[in-house]
Each structure stands twice: as C-alpha cells, then as structure tokens.
C-alpha cells in the first residue's frame, strides 16, 4: 500500500505517512525537479525559485490531502522549545472566493517577529526582524492541520538566533576536516561526513488530577516540597520492569504518533525511579535527530495529557529519587558506508580510527569546559554529581580493551588481548565487543563500541547545543591533525607522523580518561587535585567559560558562532537561570503563605484543642501536647525562614551589577535559602496529618498511576 492512503494497521503502511517524505517527493514531482531537491538535500545546494515553486506547490497539494489549512515554519529560538506562527494557505479572489496558494518563496524564506525570542542583546543594536530559512535535509510534516516546515531563525544582519543554525553550521565544519583526514588514509570515495545522534530520552508520568493540585508542578516543572514516600527506588524493582496498563496504553499511543510523522521510536522501558519511564530512537543524522528529539518531548506531553496523565521533563521532579537526563549518542559516519567511529577490520581501518579517537581524547580534554556547558541549566544542576548522574567533571572512558590499545601506543609495546601479540598498524585489532559487560554508566562521555554516549544532559535540554560542541570540537582537532599530516603525506612519511601523533596526544591528554567509578568522592577529589581537571558544579560556575578566548578562537576559525554570537548565548542562558530560581522561589513562598503556613496553623489549633480538652478534664497534655509544641515550633520556624527569602528576593535588584552578579546571587543566596525552606516544611509533612496536608504527597504522586 501507498504512503498516500488512509493510516492503516501495520507499523510499516502508516510510518512516516504524515511526513513529505522522499516516497511521496519521488510520486509527486517531475523527475527533474525531484533530482535537484535530492541534491539540495544530499549536497546543500540552494534551490532555484523556480525549482522552489514546484516543490511548494506539490507539497501544499499533498498537505491539503492530509487535511492541512495552515502552513508553520518551525523554529528553534534559544528557549529551548520550538516555536511555529501558523499562515493559511488561502487568497483571495476578485469574485469574493479563495484559493489555496503556497510559493516556493514562502516555503523557503519566512519573516517571524523576532522581537520577544530571547537575544541576548543582539536585538538591542540591530533590528528586530528576524527572518525563517528552510532546511531542506529536515522532511515537511503535517500535523494538527498544519504543514511544518524545518527552518533555521537568524537575524535580518545574520547573527543567529536559534539553536539550529550552529548546529548545521558544525556539521559542515566536521565534514570538511573528516574528509580530509579520510583523503590521507586513501579514501577517494566519500563526498560526505556526517554526525549522528540517538538520544535516549527520560522522562516521567504524573496523574493529571494529583499534578493540578501541586502549583508548583504547574509553575515549574518539580516538586518544591515533598518528604520522602516510605519507598523509593531502593529496591531496584521499577527499571525494567512490568510497565503499568495505563502507562502502557500511553506508550503505544505515544508511538503511533512518531511514527506517523516518521520518528524513529524504537526502544521504551521503565527507568529507575519510581513513574519514571525512558523512549529510544534509532539515530538519525544530527540535525534530524535534533528536530525530532524536539518533536518527542512535545507529542510525548500532548499523548500524556489524553491519557489523564502530565508528562514532566523536569531534570529533577522529585527529591530522593534519580532524575531524567537524556543520553547523546554520538557518531561519525561517511556516505561511503563507513561509521569513522567503529574499528574496522583492517590496520588501516584501526589507524583511521585511532586517529578519530585521538582527535576526540584530545578535544574533550582541551574543550572539556564547552561540553560541560552544554549540558547547563538550573534544572540539571540537580542531577550532576548527585550519585545519579555523572559528576560535573567531564571525564572520557574508553573501556579496558582500548586503554590496551593506547597504553602500547603509548609506551611503543606490543599489545597482549587473550594470549595473541598485536602490533598496532600492523597487524588488526582485536574486535571491540558493542555490548562489553563492564559498560560504565557512571562515565559522562563513554565509548560504547562504535559510538560514544554523553550522558550529562538534562533530560528537558534541546540536544543542539551539545552536538554543537561536539561537532566543533572535533573539527577542531582533526584540522589540526590533517595540518600536520598532510605535509607528512606529501613527504612519505606518513605512518611514521601519525605515530608521533599518536603517542603525543595519549602522553598529553591521558588525564582525560577514566575507566573507573565516576560517582565516587575518591574521582572527584583525583580528577581536581592530581588532574587538574575543571569540576564546574553548577551552572554559574561554568558559563563565564563559553567566552574564554580559546573557545571564542575556535568558533570563529569555523565560523559557527561570533564572539558577539557566543556572548548573547551566554547572557541568555545566564538570565534565564536566575529567572528559573526566581519563579521556583516565587513560588514556595506563595505556597508557603497560602498553604502550607495555613495548614499547619490549623492543625496546630485542632492539636492544642486536643490538648485543652484533655485538660480540661484533668488530664495530663500526652502526645497531643508534644505534637503541638513540635508543630508550633516548626511552624514559626517555616514562617522566619519564608521571610528570609522573601527579604532575599527583594534584595536582588541590588547585585544586578552583571548578568553574571545576580545569577551568582541566585545560586549562593536565594538558591540556598530555598533548600533550608524546603528542609522545614517537609518535616513538618512528616507530622501534619494526610488529610490537613494541603496537596498530595510524593507517595500519591509516584505510585498513584
Ligand atoms: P542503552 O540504554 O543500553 O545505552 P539504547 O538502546 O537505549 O541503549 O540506546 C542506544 C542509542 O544509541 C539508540 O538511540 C541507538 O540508535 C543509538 N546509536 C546506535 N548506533 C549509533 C551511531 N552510530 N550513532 C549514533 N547513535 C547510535
Ligand atoms: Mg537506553
């Protein structure tokens, strides 16, 4: 059956069927307009207007078909969500009717009101206007009666606004220097490297009824307050497990939506935490695996919501518990079949990849500080060095069979894998095991057989920006390399460079590597006093590094960000911390004074009724006199410490000195006072009666599903 029908039963008929795919360009278009979009899509190359009105015309039709009115270009501004304004396909006519119209002009180029994105200043000294460009290797879809249309946003002058733009940008850096390191090992073939994700996405379910009654679900995403249920996660019963009926029935209907606008979801299961749950994707070239990562988080929210469920992408929901981060799976791979990340079979081949692994030891070492920082946001503040998820030290483990390989590289020995020699170049290496039992999960950048997974980010994280880096980085390193080994090549004298490079770059940037326990205080306290490594613990300690000169240095060599570029993101994300904790404790103190402080004042009176009652009849005041004591005390010491963060807002238009002053401010003064808040109105919980507790509890809310 045709991806033209109605959806039908099996996966394979209505996969992809609300997607203007390559099937439904290939029936749809003249066969030499067909070709050229292939080309645009394959190789970059603009599309005539001419060209782009075919195209448009062909895909309004189509999307009329599947119900569409309205046509979007979709975006992805630095709010970390995507962004659409949705136009009709109708004109007017002279007669008072309409006709349905769409031009290549429109579906190439939009104008979007850029004025309320954030900009980080760019807007302050350029106009306002922003301008949509369509980004062809991304397919059309159509979806809630609308034709998206995958765009990058920049500004009329050109700086971007978006997290698209650079990430196209750092794709085509790596492509040019991979082929250039491909070109020395003899590879005439490949045209084309390309990066590619799978991001393994967490996230959990809430009861739509409990999650209504928590403003602070509402507000921000997480829990305020909460004691701890009696249970948790310690008996390692969820991950994996049996998944619930109704948690079922949202993951499959979850899935049919992806699939019908051509998501790859592959893989789901129960996470650690209790109502936590992860979905898979297989991976797809980076900036696909981008939009459609985005697309995930939403359909995932709207699916939950049918389901009488709220789908929370917080990195931290609930205290106690593992939070959701999303593991970045990584790779490179050329259009001549080749993943540059997988050892191959031949000394050749492992050469080759040596050396895309030295490039990537050495990136992650000297540019270790843009990784962290990829990974940065209030919300998964939370999680970096909690015992969950891997330490804010960016470390790299490589597994014991490929330390083997660069502990004789290093040391100019043979190397031993179960009895046999290798000569490293000479003879082949040993076969890497994809799935090697002593996988390490505490690593935040871990070789996985023929990829590698960066396991920092936050689960609510756009992945763009950590592919970004990625991507640089590499680029980086590699042209570096190929500047020494081309000479080389020419003087034939290659092999005997590329081991001095070898070995130079292990002896250098060893210290990046770490094959043990990556949760453990003794790491934390070698990786910052024998490494030297940068243990950047929260946000507001490591984004004063995106300008350091070396990374300005390198983003502008490849022209994927200006410094201007690089600055604004900066003061974005900067801002937006401090507005984050700003909402949050905006929002305990409203809870505080219209809930909690209420609630335990009136429980506090039923007490000391107990109390009087008893006395009343000559009777000693027992329990109840203790509990009302406990419950007085607490209670006044909730009401001094909600003060004290009230006075702490109020005083932060004082530090307001720089961006970088009052996040500052937020993290030690209003972030702090927030933890001790909390401290003293989850014990009173502890003592206040279920029924006057003036929101449900963390056992409703983690087991109630
Ligand atoms: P695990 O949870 O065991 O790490 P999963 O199966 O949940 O593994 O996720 C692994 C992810 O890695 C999948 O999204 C998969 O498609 C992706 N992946 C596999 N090979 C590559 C590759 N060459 N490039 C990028 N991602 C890859
Ligand atoms: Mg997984």
């Given at each position: 059956m045709s991806q033209e029908t109605k959806c039908v039963e099996t996966v394979a008929d209505f996969f992809g069927c609300d997607v203007f795919n390559d099937d439904v360009m290939k029936a749809r278009l003249p066969k030499g307009v067909y070709k050229t979009v292939v080309r645009t899509k394959t190789l970059g190359v603009p599309l005539d207007p001419d060209v782009a009105d075919v195209v448009a015309n062909a895909m309004k039709d189509w999307a009329i078909e599947k119900g569409a009115t309205h046509f979007t270009h979709w975006f992805q501004p630095m709010t970390g969500i995507t962004a659409e304004k949705h136009d009709s396909f109708i004109s007017p006519t002279t007669n008072g009717s309409v006709i349905l119209e769409f031009s290549g002009k429109e579906l190439v180029k939009g104008e979007p009101d850029?004025?309320?994105?954030?900009?980080g200043g760019l807007r302050a000294t350029f106009e306002a206007r922003g301008y949509t460009a369509w980004d062809p290797t991304s397919n059309c879809f159509v979806k809630d009666g609308s034709l998206y249309i995958p765009t990058a946003f920049c500004s009329y002058t050109g700086e971007v606004l978006d997290k698209k733009t650079p990430l196209l940008r750092s794709m085509e850096v790596v492509n040019e220097q991979a082929l250039r390191i491909l070109r020395l090992f003899?590879?005439?073939?490949?045209?084309r490297v390309t990066t590619t994700v799978g991001p393994e996405q967490e996230y959990f379910l809430v009861d739509k009824k409990l999650y209504d009654q928590r403003e602070d679900l509402i507000m921000t995403?997480?829990?305020l307050f909460g004691a701890k249920a009696p249970?948790?996660?310690?008996?390692?019963?969820?991950?994996?497990g049996n998944i619930k009926q109704r948690v079922s029935d949202f993951m499959k209907d979850l899935d049919k939506e992806l699939w019908k606008l051509g998501v790859f979801a592959k893989t789901k299961h129960n996470e650690v935490a209790p109502a936590q749950h992860e979905l898979a994707p297989v991976f797809t070239t980076s900036n696909i695996a981008a939009d459609q990562n985005q697309l995930t988080m939403e359909i995932m929210k709207k699916i939950a919501l049918k389901h009488g469920l709220v789908c929370l992408l917080h990195e931290?929901?609930?205290?106690g518990v593992n939070g959701s981060g999303k593991h970045n799976n990584w790779s490179i791979s050329s259009n001549?079949?080749?993943?540059?990340?997988d050892p191959g079979a031949t000394p050749m081949e492992n050469l080759q990849f040596l050396t895309f692994l030295c490039a990537i030891i050495k990136g992650v070492h000297e540019y270790s500080d843009l990784l962290r920082i990829s990974a940065a946001s209030a919300g998964n503040d939370h999680r970096?060095?909690?015992?969950e998820a891997p330490p804010a030290i960016i470390s790299m483990f490589v597994g014991d069979e490929l330390q083997a390989v660069l502990d004789a590289i290093e040391s100019g020995t043979t190397m031993k894998s179960e009895d046999v020699e290798f000569v490293i170049g000479v003879d082949a290496l040993p076969n890497f095991k994809k799935?090697?039992?002593?996988?390490?999960?505490?690593?935040?950048f871990a070789f996985t057989g023929n990829k590698f997974e960066f396991?920092?980010?936050?689960?609510?994280?756009?992945i763009s920006c950590t592919n970004v880096m990625l991507n640089t980085i590499v680029a980086e390193e590699l042209s570096q390399f190929a500047d020494v080994l081309e000479p080389a090549k020419e003087n034939g004298n290659f092999e005997e460079e590329l081991h001095k490079l070898f070995v130079k770059t292990i002896k250098e940037?060893?210290?990046?590597i770490f094959n043990g326990?990556?949760?453990?205080?003794e790491w934390v306290e070698e990786a910052v006093n024998v490494r030297k490594l940068p243990n950047y613990v929260s946000t507001v300690d490591c984004?004063?590094?995106?300008?350091d000169d070396k990374n300005v240095k390198m983003f502008e060599k490849f022209k994927v960000y200006t410094k201007t570029e690089i600055e604004a993101r900066q003061e974005i994300l900067l801002e937006n911390y401090s507005k984050v904790i700003n909402i949050e404790a905006l929002t305990m103190v409203d809870m505080v004074n219209k809930q909690i402080l209420p609630a335990s004042m009136s429980y506090t009176k039923e007490v000391c009724d107990m109390v009087a009652s008893k006395k009343a009849i000559?009777?000693?005041?027992g329990v109840e006199e203790e509990l009302a004591k406990k419950l007085a005390c607490l209670t006044s010491s909730l009401d001094a410490q909600v003060k004290d963060l009230e006075c702490k807002l109020c005083d932060?238009?004082?530090?307001?000195?720089?961006i970088y002053t009052y996040a500052r401010y937020y993290r030690d003064e209003v972030f702090a006072n927030m933890q001790s808040l909390r401290a003293v109105a989850d014990e009173l919980e502890t003592i206040v009666a279920e029924k006057s507790w003036p929101f449900p509890t963390y056992s409703k809310l983690l087991f109630n599903i």
């Amino acid at each position: 059956m045709s991806q033209e029908t109605k959806c039908v039963e099996t996966v394979a008929d209505f996969f992809g069927c609300d997607v203007f795919n390559d099937d439904v360009m290939k029936a749809r278009l003249p066969k030499g307009v067909y070709k050229t979009v292939v080309r645009t899509k394959t190789l970059g190359v603009p599309l005539d207007p001419d060209v782009a009105d075919v195209v448009a015309n062909a895909m309004k039709d189509w999307a009329i078909e599947k119900g569409a009115t309205h046509f979007t270009h979709w975006f992805q501004p630095m709010t970390g969500i995507t962004a659409e304004k949705h136009d009709s396909f109708i004109s007017p006519t002279t007669n008072g009717s309409v006709i349905l119209e769409f031009s290549g002009k429109e579906l190439v180029k939009g104008e979007p009101d850029a004025s309320s994105f954030p900009s980080g200043g760019l807007r302050a000294t350029f106009e306002a206007r922003g301008y949509t460009a369509w980004d062809p290797t991304s397919n059309c879809f159509v979806k809630d009666g609308s034709l998206y249309i995958p765009t990058a946003f920049c500004s009329y002058t050109g700086e971007v606004l978006d997290k698209k733009t650079p990430l196209l940008r750092s794709m085509e850096v790596v492509n040019e220097q991979a082929l250039r390191i491909l070109r020395l090992f003899g590879n005439t073939k490949a045209t084309r490297v390309t990066t590619t994700v799978g991001p393994e996405q967490e996230y959990f379910l809430v009861d739509k009824k409990l999650y209504d009654q928590r403003e602070d679900l509402i507000m921000t995403g997480r829990t305020l307050f909460g004691a701890k249920a009696p249970k948790g996660q310690e008996l390692e019963d969820h991950y994996f497990g049996n998944i619930k009926q109704r948690v079922s029935d949202f993951m499959k209907d979850l899935d049919k939506e992806l699939w019908k606008l051509g998501v790859f979801a592959k893989t789901k299961h129960n996470e650690v935490a209790p109502a936590q749950h992860e979905l898979a994707p297989v991976f797809t070239t980076s900036n696909i695996a981008a939009d459609q990562n985005q697309l995930t988080m939403e359909i995932m929210k709207k699916i939950a919501l049918k389901h009488g469920l709220v789908c929370l992408l917080h990195e931290k929901p609930y205290a106690g518990v593992n939070g959701s981060g999303k593991h970045n799976n990584w790779s490179i791979s050329s259009n001549d079949g080749q993943n540059l990340l997988d050892p191959g079979a031949t000394p050749m081949e492992n050469l080759q990849f040596l050396t895309f692994l030295c490039a990537i030891i050495k990136g992650v070492h000297e540019y270790s500080d843009l990784l962290r920082i990829s990974a940065a946001s209030a919300g998964n503040d939370h999680r970096l060095g909690a015992n969950e998820a891997p330490p804010a030290i960016i470390s790299m483990f490589v597994g014991d069979e490929l330390q083997a390989v660069l502990d004789a590289i290093e040391s100019g020995t043979t190397m031993k894998s179960e009895d046999v020699e290798f000569v490293i170049g000479v003879d082949a290496l040993p076969n890497f095991k994809k799935d090697a039992t002593d996988r390490n999960r505490t690593s935040p950048f871990a070789f996985t057989g023929n990829k590698f997974e960066f396991r920092m980010l936050g689960s609510a994280d756009s992945i763009s920006c950590t592919n970004v880096m990625l991507n640089t980085i590499v680029a980086e390193e590699l042209s570096q390399f190929a500047d020494v080994l081309e000479p080389a090549k020419e003087n034939g004298n290659f092999e005997e460079e590329l081991h001095k490079l070898f070995v130079k770059t292990i002896k250098e940037h060893k210290q990046v590597i770490f094959n043990g326990n990556g949760y453990s205080d003794e790491w934390v306290e070698e990786a910052v006093n024998v490494r030297k490594l940068p243990n950047y613990v929260s946000t507001v300690d490591c984004l004063p590094h995106y300008t350091d000169d070396k990374n300005v240095k390198m983003f502008e060599k490849f022209k994927v960000y200006t410094k201007t570029e690089i600055e604004a993101r900066q003061e974005i994300l900067l801002e937006n911390y401090s507005k984050v904790i700003n909402i949050e404790a905006l929002t305990m103190v409203d809870m505080v004074n219209k809930q909690i402080l209420p609630a335990s004042m009136s429980y506090t009176k039923e007490v000391c009724d107990m109390v009087a009652s008893k006395k009343a009849i000559g009777l000693e005041g027992g329990v109840e006199e203790e509990l009302a004591k406990k419950l007085a005390c607490l209670t006044s010491s909730l009401d001094a410490q909600v003060k004290d963060l009230e006075c702490k807002l109020c005083d932060a238009s004082n530090h307001e000195e720089t961006i970088y002053t009052y996040a500052r401010y937020y993290r030690d003064e209003v972030f702090a006072n927030m933890q001790s808040l909390r401290a003293v109105a989850d014990e009173l919980e502890t003592i206040v009666a279920e029924k006057s507790w003036p929101f449900p509890t963390y056992s409703k809310l983690l087991f109630n599903i």
